[in-house]
């Protein structure tokens, strides 16, 4: 190296040790010491090390490496000095719980009554129990809080051994406080390979507002992959709900309880749930090959989830269930306001479990399902509404399978299936009066994963309905069916005309 290389290299260094002592930047790295500095040239060791001696307005950057230990943040940050850790650009540094124990609900990250925090960029991975009461969970946020962000992180192989009884999460964020957890961010994480037990893989419960779950991808584990949920009694009496939220963007698949043994042989797990949550929008979402692809209800006897909004989503080859609303048994809640719009459904319910719609106990008429394309697979099931005087409101949508529609099997309304054709069905009903049963004409059926754009022609184009206003579900700025389609584009065109299923043209 020339002297002025050399001279380049010095400097550089110093300027990196300068930032470490202004309290900005500092390091950690597998060769370091905790009586180090933490500066580049003179890193610390341990994750936690730097958790306990950062302050606000600190990036901590972790070298490549497997760090084995649970790390815990006893500062915050301010909302104009921030705490981020992250891993050293273009590395990998893995949290590894293997040998560490669990004591109680333990995260391999644990961010608890702090706010302001960024974790970015790690592999978080093999932690578990072999006993029924602790919980392991991957990153772990719980009490008040606000501005979290958990961004760009890989979690797997999170589990519970004891899984009738036990409990384990990828992501999960508990409002415990009557000052809520409020704007935290989860976005552009994998979580995978889970054996949950009883509970999610990635979730926000109790008092829980503003929160953003976007762009993630959560896929092979054995029970619900995304759940916004209230009423478990995690948050105070009159504040126990994740309200005011965004689930947009994510891929969810392989999500099946089937074999967990918390539930046998059901197929229960929902790739994207509702579960009592309030003023929430599922938008932009891929899910496939769960139990149930999506469900807004409550497990809450007296409560529903309420003023969702769920639009512009594709939801293909379920075990069970497209789009579920309403509570599984009498003696649990239900959903209200729930509106349904411009969703494109294919081939549900392929192990002969439920419907592409399925409407259960207490749902009513405030539940609006308008806008969708509804292609059923082998099993012709069309909508599934078993319940006596539970219902909702249909109208605007298109209906097709293969074998056209079969009285007794593609339409069961208030627990009617006596329909002897489809023309029938929407006389006795008054439901779905402007929804033709025609073939929607998806642009290929056996690509993987399939197309389901339109093709020129589609009976679907420009065939919808905008009479919806937001009073009847959530929108937050945008019109009940949202600013754009599943790809992008424009939602309404320029006419004023809108298609029915996920994608516009």
Known sequence: MTSLGKLFVVLALASFSL???????????????????????????????????????????????????????????????????????????????TGVSVTGTQ?????????????????????????????????????????????????????????????????????????????????????YNLKTGNSESVNVDGNVTYFSITNNIVHDNDNIGIDAIGFEGVGPTGSDQAKYGLISGNTVYNISSYGNPAYGNQYAADGLY???????????????????NMEAASEHKGHNSSYVTIRNNLFYDANAVGISIGGYASGVGGSDHVVIVNNSLYNNNIKNQGAEFQIQYHSGATNIFENNIVYAGSQNVWIYSYVGGSTATANWNVY??????????????????????????????????????????????????????????????????????????????????????????????????????????
Request: charged share 10%; proline share 4%.
């Open 19 to 97: 930032f470490a002592q202004s309290g900005l930047t500092y390091y950690v790295s597998k060769t370091g010491s905790n009586s180090n500095s933490g500066s580049f040239t003179a890193p610390w060791l341990t994750i936690q090390h730097a958790a306990n001696s950062v302050s606000a307005g600190a990036t901590v950057y972790i070298e490549a490496g497997v760090y084995n230990e649970s790390v815990t943040f006893p500062a915050s940050g301010t909302a104009s000095n921030s705490i981020t850790f992250t891993s050293y650009p273009g590395q990998t540094a893995v949290i590894d719980g």
């Open 274 to 292: 509702c579960d009592g949550c309030a003023y929430v929008i599922f938008e932009r979402n891929t899910v496939h090959n769960t139990d149930l």
């Open 107 to 191: 995260g391999l990250i644990n961010i608890i009554n702090q706010s302001y925090i960024t974790v970015s960029g790690f592999e978080i991975r093999n932690y578990t129990t072999s006993s029924a009461s602790p919980t392991p969970v991957g990153i772990w946020v719980t009490g008040s809080g606000s501005e979290v962000q958990l961004l760009n992180n890989l979690v797997h192989n999170i589990t519970t051994k004891l899984e009738k009884n036990g409990n384990a999460f990828g992501i999960a964020v508990y409002g415990t406080s009557s000052t809520p957890i409020t704007n935290i961010t989860i976005s552009g994480n994998q979580v």
């Open 400 to 505: 097709y399978s293969k074998a056209g529609y079969s009285q007794g099997t593609s339409i069961t309304w208030g627990n009617k299936s006596s329909y002897k054709t489809y023309a029938a069905y929407q006389s006795a009903t008054g439901q779905d009066k402007n929804s033709p049963s025609a073939n929607p004409l998806y642009v290929n059926l056996t690509s993987n994963p399939p197309n389901l754009d339109l093709q020129s022609g589609s009976p679907a184009i420009n065939a919808g309905s905008t009479s919806l206003t937001c009073s009847v579900g959530y929108c937050n700025g945008s019109s009940v069916y949202g600013s754009t389609d599943y790809a992008g584009n424009p939602r309404i065109n320029g006419s004023g005309q809108i298609n029915i299923g996920a994608y516009e043209q």
